[in-house]
């Protein structure tokens, strides 16, 4: 039999098929963040599996992306198979799958802000923050610094198209950004 | 209107009638509970709550007010599709997954003014029976969540919101449901699968229209930000006073969102149909960047069929240039585009067509769900087509395989992402055919015949 490891298994994920054996020893949700995912899935009476998409933003504002042992946690949680967790993982661009920099940067791409220049500032930023975006394809589409400090993406549309180029880092958004310098020198 | 102060430099353009937006910019305005009433807020909920829930229903088909969110599909009527001795829960969900290229309105009236969207709610949930709703709202919005769910706990401690409201015995919850960055959420089939805690995959109508069964196939009414807004406009001024805003059939405000090569790019709140496109670019927005000249215009949000700058269009017995285009849904439908979700997105002459096409066709490649093949494989395609062009490895052929390609998506999927994705794609070749085999390579079309430019052409290379 294949050994449970935590080297990435290309095909099949035999870790979310077995969940006894799976990282719940070194994965860990503190209690208030539990809290929070507790109070999230009242919002849902009819069902559980509707607080899939709340829960994963819960762990995701605290970890920072979602592994695989979160996965199983969540599934555990609100009663589900692994799977049906998974694919809702694996579906959506605003859930992280690796772990993002201390903050997370999206440039807008779509065509108000790439009129406006937004192809241009996701260089500069890139320029400031060296993060080398060379490896960045659809499947993994965030490249870190390698301090760790910064990771950046594109994201579609963020609806704010009269005031581009515009970005988010982290929660915090920003309009019309001319100055990459400028924005990065706020996040220490 | 004319009491109002607004924040200095972002005053409303005399042509503007601000009913939504009324406390955007305002000047001391905050997005708390006590300023709402102060303004009158809620006043329309208590008279509402005073009314039969059929009298809004009623009201509201009188008043002609269509969806904001795109379709443009009578409120009244999409309500009416209740069943009638309908024993299940009903619930109502706030579209604010606001994610069509070129449309920021939504985004105003969820940071500014959140009371009027959780009034709007609440009265359009009081006329369906709802007793459950959720604000599903797209995940880039963090801070409008928050400011959203603060809303809610304050509408809560005054009695508008939980059980037995205002004495009327009528109970209801909203909820704030987060997306996760996927535009399919703002299809209401796609938005409801994501709400149960699924992939957004959109659901076949018929059966599934929300109507009948949506959320938990129970019935379920899908509206737009704005759209839920203007029910408590419509609660003001009764529908038949709220109609004679705007044009027949084109009824009420619309809010215009500009962007793209237009000295001043914003948000601006007209009634239907009042402005020409050439009084909106030229007046409202301060007209077209220095030296240049309009190329194209693409009307409704970037899945809306794009307007050459130098066409004319025949509608009725009258021909008109882009410029005297009314801005209302009937009349855009008629030169063969929409009003869409009212986002205007102006390109000027210093742009290349290939490129405007390319940026589309690359986001609804990243956007297309993968459930129905055509969709999947075809917008990929013309993304990678495009993407050729653009790099100057396309041949003139490879125009017409891009518009082979967009015409066999639309009309064949389950949802109207087909229609978005294809749109584009086939006005901008429709319009702009020169223009896009001028940016190929004649010396390229025998290529057409090695292993490599095969594999690219079946969109794997």
């Known amino acids: 039999m294949r050994p449970l490891t935590n080297e990435p298994c290309l095909f099949a994920k035999p870790t979310l098929l077995i969940r006894k054996f799976s990282f719940s020893m070194s994965f860990e949700v503190p209690a208030d963040v539990e809290a929070k995912v507790d109070e999230r899935i009242t919002h849902y009476p009819v069902s559980k599996r509707s607080a899939v998409l709340p829960v994963i933003h819960e762990l995701q504002h605290h970890f920072g992306f979602i592994s695989e042992p979160a996965v199983e946690w969540i599934a555990e949680k609100l009663e589900l198979e692994p799977i049906k967790v998974l694919e809702v993982v694996t579906f959506y661009p605003g859930i992280r799958q690796s772990a993002p920099g201390k903050y997370h940067i999206r440039v807008c791409r779509t065509l108000s802000c790439a009129m406006a220049g937004s192809y241009e500032l996701m260089e500069s930023l890139c320029e400031t923050a060296k993060i080398d975006r060379s490896g960045v394809n659809h499947h993994n589409p965030i490249a870190v610094s390698p301090d760790g400090k910064f990771s950046i993406e594109f994201a579609e549309c963020l609806a704010s198209c009269g005031t581009g180029p515009v970005c988010l880092v982290n929660d915090d958004f920003y309009e019309a950004v001319e100055d990459a310098g400028e924005l990065l020198g706020k996040y220490k | ?461």
């Open chain 2, 1 to 461: 209107m004319s009491d109002l102060k607004y924040i200095a430099g972002k005053e409303p353009h005399p042509r503007e009638r601000r009913m939504i937006f009324k406390n955007v910019d305002r000047e001391g305005w905050d997005q708390s509970i006590d300023t709402y009433e102060k303004d009158g807020g809620y006043e329309m909920l208590k008279k509402a709550l005073k009314m039969e829930p059929g009298d809004i229903t009623s009201e509201v088909k009188a008043g002609g007010l269509r969806g904001r969110g795109g379709a443009g599909f009578p409120t009244g009527v999409k309500w009416g599709f209740l069943p009638p001795n309908n024993e299940k829960p009903v619930y109502l969900i706030c579209n604010a997954d606001e994610s069509e290229p070129g449309t920021f309105k939504d985004r105003y009236i969820i940071h500014q003014d959140p009371h009027q969207l959780i009034e709007g709610m609440v009265i359009s949930c009081f006329a369906v029976n709802a007793k459950l709703a959720y604000i599903y709202i797209r995940e880039e919005f963090p801070e409008g969540a928050a400011i959203l769910e603060k809303a809610i706990e304050e509408a809560h401690a005054k009695g508008y919101l939980g059980k037995d409201i205002l004495g009327t015995g009528f109970d209801l919850e909203i909820y704030v449901h987060r997306g996760a960055g996927a535009y399919i959420c703002g299809e209401e089939t796609g938005l409801i699968e994501s709400l149960e805690g699924k992939r957004p995959y959109p659901r076949i109508k018929p059966p599934y229209f929300p109507a009948a069964m949506g959320l938990y196939l129970c019935p379920t009414i899908v509206n737009n930000v704005e759209t839920l807004c203007h029910v408590k406009h419509i609660i003001e001024l009764g529908g038949e006073e709220w109609a004679k805003i705007g044009k027949p059939n084109n009824t009420g405000t619309r809010l215009l969102c500009v962007s793209g090569d237009v000295q001043k790019p914003g948000y601006y709140e007209v009634e239907v149909g009042s402005l020409t496109m050439g009084e909106l670019i030229n007046d409202v927005c301060g007209g077209l960047k220095e030296g240049r000249k309009l190329l194209a215009v693409i009307p409704g949000g970037s899945s809306a069929k794009v307007l050459r700058g130098d066409e004319t269009y025949q509608v009725g017995d009258d021909e008109l240039t882009i410029w005297d285009i009314p801005m209302d849904f009937d009349t855009l439908a008629a030169c063969g585009s929409m009003a869409g979700s009212g986002g205007v997105i102006v390109i000027d002459d210093s742009r290349s067509i290939s490129w405007v096409l390319n940026n589309i066709n690359a986001f609804y490649a990243h956007e297309s769900c993968g459930q129905c093949t055509p969709c999947r494989e075809g917008s990929l395609w013309m993304k990678k087509i495009t993407d050729r062009v653009v790099a100057g490895k396309a041949s003139p052929q490879d125009i017409d395989t891009l518009y082979g390609v967009a015409k066999n998506i639309d009309g064949r999927t389950i949802c109207a992402f087909g229609e978005a994705c294809s749109w584009p794609t086939e006005s901008f070749v429709e319009k702009f055919k020169d223009e896009l085999v001028a940016d190929t390579k004649p010396e390229l079309s025998d290529d057409i015949l090695n292993p490599e430019s095969e594999l690219a052409a079946a969109g794997l290379g």
